[in-house]
């Protein structure tokens, strides 16, 4: 489930002419190599320039996450606090 202000950004950067590209915290941390994969993938797309990909040739392809729900966001948030209390 997106925010309002997932959504405001997302209007925003579309209106703009920018593609939007989001990566979860846990996606970036555990696999940074196959996010710049996936980048690559839709610069590909895009440009249609096979070069971009053969430097990721190896790189496994990035692993999807569910999106979380808000309820699921406010328990991760109120853990983080109990835990950095």
């Known amino acids: 489930m997106r925010s309002r202000a997932d959504e405001a950004w997302n ?8 593609l939007v590209v989001r ?6 941390t555990a696999q940074p190599q196959s996010c710049c994969r996936a980048i690559a993938q839709v610069l590909h797309q895009l440009l249609a320039d096979p070069l971009l990909l053969k430097p990721f040739e190896e790189v496994p392809e990035l692993v999807p996450m569910p999106r979380w729900t808000e309820a699921e966001a406010r328990q ?3 853990r983080e606090r109990v835990l950095s209390e």
Do not use: E, N, P, R
Request: net charge neutral; glycine share 12%.
């Open 11 to 18: 209007t925003f950067f579309l209106g703009q002419g920018w």
């Open 23 to 28: 990566f979860s915290l846990q996606q970036v």
């Open 76 to 78: 991760m948030l109120a």
